[in-house]
């Protein structure tokens, strides 16, 4: 079975940081990327920011120039630094792998809360 198993997430003050980790296990094979999705209370959810293998990397527009995104290929890790939080930020964060063969692979989720 496939495993993403998460962690970082917790409560900051807007303008704070924070760091996601997601270790991928398992048997998975040829992943095609690797990211970040989140959903915020009664909104659907949304990719934040992915990686391919090759490191080609897309942002949502909303998280541009304050996010960044970096993954590991041997070790099969993802990491999301979140600088410069905003309290739309809240959101559960769950981690995001996808095959060549589009099928995806969800971690449980991790809570991040902005304050103002």
């Known amino acids: 079975q496939v495993q993403l198993v998460e962690s970082g997430g917790g409560l900051v003050t807007a303008g704070e940081s924070l760091r996601l980790s997601c270790a991928v296990s398992g048997r998975i094979f040829s992943i095609n990327t690797m990211g970040w999705y989140r959903q915020a209370p009664g909104k659907q959810r949304e990719l934040v920011a992915q990686?391919?293998?090759?490191?080609?990397?897309d942002f949502a527009d909303s998280v541009k120039g304050r996010f960044t995104i970096s993954s590991d290929n041997a070790k099969n890790t993802v990491d999301l630094q979140m600088n410069s939080l905003k309290p739309e930020d809240t959101a559960v964060y769950y981690c995001?792998?996808?095959?060549?063969?589009?099928?995806?692979?969800w971690g449980q989720g991790t809570q991040v809360t902005v304050s103002s």
């Open positions: 995001n792998v996808r095959d060549r063969w589009s099928a995806n692979y």
């Open positions: 990686i391919t293998r090759g490191g080609i990397t």
